[in-house]
Nanobody, 120 residues
């Protein structure tokens, strides 16, 4: 199982970024997939999940209306579109296989992460 994130960077408040995750070693369509973030000195924070069943998605209240999670099963990829970014969104963002309980319990199926910094 391998998960590789890309798309992070530095952006000003109010800006946008699109994170991508390429999965290999398994078929995304058979699994729930999530984004998790971790700020320096803080514990991991679940951000969003796309469910394998009917493609339902859910995002944390802190990013609702600003972040959109999606998946492309044909390419075995997942994305996180982030709009109206705030300084408090600064963190390392990880792609993870599983839904909330699985990804927060262990890091076995996390990628290496991509850094997002929101600063003026």
């Amino acid at each position: 199982v391998q998960l590789v994130e890309s798309g992070g960077g530095m952006v000003q408040p109010g800006g946008s970024l699109r994170l991508s995750c390429v999965a290999s070693g398994f078929t995304c369509s058979a699994y729930d997939m999530s984004w998790v973030r971790q700020a320096p000195g803080e514990g991991p924070e679940w951000v969003a999940t796309t469910y394998e069943n009917r493609g339902r998605t859910i995002v944390d209240n802190s990013v609702k209306g600003r972040f959109t999670i999606s998946r492309d099963n044909s390419n075995n990829t997942m994305s996180l579109q982030m709009e109206n970014l705030k300084p408090e969104d600064t963190a390392r963002y990880y792609c993870a296989r599983g839904a909330f309980r699985e990804v927060m319990a262990r890091r076995d199926y996390w990628g290496q992460g991509t850094q997002v910094t929101v600063s003026s």
